[in-house]
């Protein structure tokens, strides 16, 4: 237990203590650096009064761990030393509302109305988990250099009000709870925090925002505030602007009369709208939202077959550090599953991830050597189940971790993606920008959610969460904890590189755009070869017609069984399988293995090609022009190991 934290100390062994960001009369905040997930966090240091307290405390704490939302700091963990709790918290490089009034005076009503709306936004999400913040004020609303708003504090502040010095209404035990200054009429009757109490205290530090004082006027002493508080003496506004009747709203003294959440939100929005870069953080519910260019992405096949990557139980992270050491020796790359043996004959050393290629902090880097699973923790996700690595499924620029129910079946799955052009995406319910990196958030959609990632180099990281059971946690919160760790290793460096090189014989080392020629593309009348559009890596291409109705593709993808992809088909001698219409409908897949290998845990992996032809043609017709396709790219395979 530490008794007198200081720079350098660590918490729960983990959590190694940088420096003093912040203090007051709950304790000191701390920018900290998480050893385990490598990230950087903020530690809030509280001192209860008794277990009661702390019982409290960690009970409001567990609330804000499960709000996830772009407007609120997220809370990560909670921690009780006995005379000491710590809580572990998302770090948000910012300054609070507060300090931003105290240096440069009232804000605009723009300025006040654009972060207005995010909180409103925050607590709509709030309000609809059922919990009430209980202190919405100054110093707990954060507003990053972009403009983006975040609110803290959910509850900790509300759990830990004793000290009559800090407070503002009555209790039974004659202690005063929550700032007077912003504190809802109601709370100073007596009456329990409510979320039309979130709301007034939203209005009135807002107000503050604008009009340099509390709506309660000026006082020289805490307790005037609060006989104001229960008396209902709300002064007028003289520079709020369009945010006048909508802070009139918010202020009124009776609840009943007092405007939701949602409501708040629209209001504010209406009167002062965010700028353009904020707007699309509003929510699904706002009435404004980001104007995208609508995009179809086609998703991954959702089939996963049961396999043995490395596991993590959730009483085991003690062996995170171990296994992370682990994927130095088993690579994605590995062809037999053991580091500098599996490279082969012919292959380069391996490189330690530990040493990322050159890069700026934030960028994705060189594709072909870029690591989608050093981007991924199974540990970080053990609180959703007992959690597994799987490296070797699915397209070479993909990695996933399995989360397992009591019976260890698989229960969900969270992907990560690499991705060479930023996507534009339909539903989007969110943007927030951190150390230069945009992360988006895309609306649910069943048992799919899906976040991006946009880096500092134009690229973008996909994390997807994927529910693959009734019993299954939320996808969403999977996702957002993928995220998270993404964000943080990207706020320290590059991603970072793959262990080794590919195998020799290895589809990694194969452009796939050279595997069709024009020559080959007139089997497919109006395709043209001239376009083309080369993936990430090189590791999947597409040539289309100009009227877009026709399109041949081939996709790289790793494998464990394809006997129950479709019927068998002989592709130049391989025994291959096809499906028509799975791709959509009018398409035929043909997916055709390479080469067998074991992966990173010693099971047979079958890296394949996959190739769909796309026309308004009879599945029986198209299946036929797939084959044939397939058979060139296996010749030409053939022909491109064979030279090199």
């Known amino acids: 237990m530490l008794v007198t934290p200081e720079a350098g100390d660590r918490v729960a062994g983990r959590y190694l203590l940088q420096e003093s960001v912040g203090s007051g009369g709950m304790g000191v905040v701390w920018r900290a650096w998480d050893e385990r997930l490598q990230r950087r966090v903020a530690v809030k240091c509280a001192r209860p009064d008794d277990d009661r307290a702390t019982r409290r405390l960690m009970g409001e704490a567990r609330n804000a761990g499960r709000l996830h939302h772009p407007n609120i700091v997220g809370v990560f963990d909670f921690i009780d030393e006995g ?31 654009s972060i207005g709306c995010q909180i409103a936004d925050a607590l709509v999400k709030s309000h609809n988990e059922g919990v009430v913040h209980g202190d919405v004020t100054p110093e707990n609303i954060l507003v990053t250099d972009e ?8 509850g900790i502040s509300r759990a830990l009000w004793s000290d009559v010095t800090h407070s503002g209404t009555l209790g039974e035990t004659g202690s005063v709870r929550g700032k007077p200054r912003y504190l809802a009429p ?14 007034f205290s939203l209005g009135a530090s807002l107000f503050a925002a604008v009009e340099g004082r509390s709506p309660y006027g000026e006082a020289e002493h805490l307790m005037t505030y609060l006989a104001r508080a229960v008396e209902g003496h709300i002064e007028p506004a003289h520079r709020a602007g369009p945010l006048a009747e909508p802070l009139a709203a918010l202020l009124e003294v009776d609840p009943r009369r007092r405007p939701d959440a949602a409501t708040t939100r629209k209001l504010l929005t209406q009167a002062a709208p965010p700028p353009p870069h904020l707007q699309a953080q509003l929510h699904a519910h706002s009435t404004r939202t980001l104007d995208l260019t609508s995009l179809t992405l086609r998703l991954p096949r959702l089939v996963r077959r049961r396999r043995r990557p490395l596991a993590i139980s959730a009483g085991a992270l003690v062996t995170a550090g171990a296994i992370t050491a682990g994927l130095v020796l088993f690579g994605p790359w590995d062809s037999d599953g053991g580091g500098d043996q599996a490279a082969g004959a012919d292959a380069k050393p391996s490189v330690s991830s530990a040493t990322s290629a050159p890069g700026r902090a934030g960028t994705l880097g060189d594709d072909r050597t870029a690591d989608p699973c050093a981007l991924l923790d199974a540990a970080s996700l053990s609180r959703f189940g007992d959690t597994e690595l799987d490296p070797d499924y699915g397209e070479i620029d993909r990695c996933d971790v399995l989360v397992e ?10 992907q990560v993606n690499l991705d060479t052009d930023r996507d534009e995406y339909d539903g989007v319910v969110g943007t927030r920008v951190i150390d230069g990196l945009t992360i988006v958030t895309v609306k649910r959609e069943g048992d799919v959610c899906e976040r991006a990632v946009q880096t500092a180099d134009d690229q973008q990281i996909r994390i997807i969460g994927k529910r693959l059971a009734p019993s299954s946690p939320d996808p969403c919160a999977l996702a957002d904890a993928g995220t998270d760790h993404v964000v943080g290793i990207l706020a320290d460096g590059p991603v970072p590189r793959r262990t080794s090189p590919p195998a020799a014989d290895s589809l990694a080392g194969v452009d796939a755009c050279s595997l069709l020629d024009a020559t080959a593309l007139k089997r497919l009348p109006g395709v043209e070869a001239d376009n083309q559009d080369r993936g990430f890596g090189g590791w999947d291409c597409d040539w289309s017609s100009d009227n877009g109705e026709r399109e041949v593709q081939i996709q790289y993808s790793r494998d464990n069984s394809l006997t129950d992809d479709g019927d068998p088909v002989d592709v130049a001698g391989t025994k291959s399988y096809y499906v028509a219409d799975e791709a959509e409908d009018d398409s035929c897949t043909v997916r055709t293995p390479h080469r067998t290998y074991p992966n990173s845990v010693g099971d047979s992996t079958i890296e394949l090609f996959q190739l769909t032809v796309y026309a308004p043609e009879l599945s029986g017709q198209l299946c036929d022009r797939a084959a044939e396709f397939a058979g060139v790219v296996v010749r030409n395979l053939a022909k491109q190991l064979s030279e090199q």
Do not use: H
Not at 88 to 102: C, D, F, G, H, K
Not at 147 to 154: C, E, I, M, P, S
């Open 83 to 113: 005379v000491t709790c710590w809580i572990i918290m998302e770090y948000v490089p910012s300054r609070s509302l507060a300090q931003l009034m105290a240096e440069r005076g009232p804000l605009t009503p723009e300025e006040a109305g």
């Open 147 to 154: 403009g983006v708003a975040r609110l803290t504090d959910f």
């Open 186 to 199: 109601e709370l100073a009757k007596g009456q329990p925090a409510g979320e039309k109490a979130d709301v």
């Open 405 to 414: 129910n009591s019976s260890g079946d698989d229960n969900a799955d969270l």
